[in-house]
């Protein structure tokens, strides 16, 4: 009998060994406090969904989410601004969809990243455009409004938009010189699934497997 329950002790230590740590890192905790995150579980419509990766001239959707986040080779969390969780409780209107940002913590010793996301699930390509009106005023439907047209022939040939992946954060200095969209493929090892410009679905091989920590 003590054996058997060695044995199964031993199974259970196993198992949360190759789950990851079960507690952020030092500097994932410093970093998470000094910026107001608190955990977050992000929608299944936002997690199926595929997402764009430069916001003013996109080339291709990436995704789902869920994927780029399995895809990570560290332990990783969804993570939210403390007052926007408060601000995202109340209820939208149909006609005011919400979008409001996510950060996806990877926690690996050598850095902390987030990959800084904002949630468009709610959102039609039309919305999406709307949206941005708020900001640029006249001038979004020359800024954005090819976009949209491309966004409205993904989703009629079955892609599901999720949001926008549009920062990337390396201990807590945001990256500059590329665009998300431009890191995606040659940096971070993830392939495009549809190409905006030709309208077409791209093959892609199965996530990569987490190296060994």
Wanted: hydrophobic residues 40%; charged residues 25%; aromatic residues 10%.
């Amino acid at each position: 009998m003590a054996h058997i329950f060695l044995t199964i002790i031993g199974s259970l230590l196993l198992l949360l060994g190759l789950a990851g740590p079960l507690t952020a890192s030092e500097k994932a905790a410093a970093l998470r406090t000094a910026n107001d995150l608190v955990a977050f579980a992000p929608p299944d419509a936002f997690l199926a969904g595929s997402f764009l990766a430069d916001e003013r001239e996109p080339s291709f959707l990436f995704g789902p989410v869920s994927e780029f986040a399995t895809s990570r080779q560290c332990p990783v969390a969804w993570l939210i601004e403390a007052g926007e969780k408060a601000r995202i409780a109340k209820p939208a209107g149909p006609d005011a969809p919400l979008e409001y940002t996510l950060y996806l913590e990877e926690d690996c010793p050598a850095q902390v990243r987030y990959y800084v996301f904002v949630d468009q699930s709610a959102m039609t390509p039309a919305q999406w455009l709307k949206w941005r009106e708020q900001f640029h005023k006249s001038k979004a439907e020359g800024e954005y409004g090819v976009t949209r047209d491309r966004l409205e022939k993904a989703v009629a040939e079955g892609m599901r938009i999720g949001g926008e992946l549009r920062f990337i954060v390396n201990d807590g200095e945001l990256a500059v010189g590329k665009t998300p969209e431009a890191c995606l493929g040659p940096d971070l090892a993830f392939a495009p699934s549809y190409d905006l410009k030709q309208g077409t679905k791209l093959l892609r091989s199965c996530p990569p497997e987490k190296a060994p920590q």
